[in-house]
């Protein structure tokens, strides 16, 4: 941009200080209330740093949030894995073994991406009734992954259009089937499209709450619905909600903390063989 470009280095750095602070400020007051104590953790001392480091509401918060944690983690794994499985398996055929109507079956799969959550909500659940995974966590499992694979199918299938068709036409002379290729020569090389598609799916199972609160009731819901249960009916304890927010978060921060420059050059890649 022109306007960008005459501006001073030290004058751009500042607004991008300045930008990158003010993009910061909640999470500034979630970490500061959550070392407060219920005395302090008021509207009007949110800004205040706590007069000492109580710990007392991660204790709190822990102590509701940790069975639902792990339901989260039963619950996003999985689904993460057999998303990106399928995909990567969708993604294949759909780029290497063009067959008639191919391309119809693509966009009609990737037009699953694009039907709301709540027009599909009540079928949905009279659905997972009918098959006896209302209420589950295999129930939830089942209802990401559906919702995972056309997303997952169109990065994997953008990333595997750069390889070389020479290669698996060698590996047919060579007698590979199908799964061989895929197995021995397209697996090996999907290591960032896998990292996308992990990163991208693991975030959206677990910070999902539409489908958690409809399709599960007390000690099967995710940690994002006793999130929210946190709140209480008569006194708010901020302190307590903002300690359980952080748990809460920590996961998916920590998986872009360690994978983060992994995600960024796996979608490159992808756009680039696209």
């Keep these: 941009m022109p306007i960008v470009r005459r501006l001073p280095r030290f004058l751009l750095y500042l607004i991008l200080v300045a930008l990158s602070l003010f993009y910061l400020t909640p999470v500034y007051v979630m970490v500061v209330t959550s070392f407060k104590g219920m005395e302090e953790a008021t509207l ?39 998303t990106a499985l399928l995909g990567s398996l969708n993604g ?39 098959i006896g995974l209302y209420n589950s966590i295999p129930g939830l499992i ?29 590996a047919k002379i060579d007698g590979c089937g199908m799964m061989g290729i895929y197995r021995r020569i397209i697996l090996p090389l999907s290591l960032s499209g896998f990292v996308v598609v992990g990163i991208w799916e693991f975030t959206q199972v677990w910070n999902e709450f539409l489908f958690a609160v409809t399709m599960t009731t007390s000690t099967q819901q995710p940690v994002m619905v006793a999130l929210q249960n946190l709140s209480g ?37 992808g756009s680039l063989k696209g």
Aim: glycine share 6%; charged share 10%.
């Design 142 to 170: 089942l209802i990401h992954v559906v919702y995972g694979i056309p997303i997952a199918t169109l990065i994997f299938r953008n990333f595997y259009a750069g390889i070389p068709t020479e290669i698996l036409e060698a």
């Design 44 to 82: 009007d001392r949110m800004w205040e740093l706590p007069s000492s480091f109580d710990l007392a509401s991660y204790a709190t918060a822990y102590e509701k949030l940790a069975p639902h944690l792990l339901n989260s983690l039963y619950l996003t794994i999985p689904a993460t894995l057999l």
């Design 233 to 269: 009916s008569q006194i708010v304890q901020w302190n307590v909600q903002m300690a359980g927010a952080l748990l809460a978060a920590l996961p998916t921060l920590l998986v872009y903390v360690f994978l983060g420059r992994y995600f960024i050059r796996g979608l490159l890649a």
């Design 92 to 130: 294949y055929v759909l780029s290497k073994w063009r067959f008639p109507g191919a391309n119809t079956l693509f966009t009609l799969l990737l037009f699953g991406m694009f039907i709301p959550y709540q027009s599909i909500l009540i079928p949905l659940i009279q659905f997972m009734q009918g």
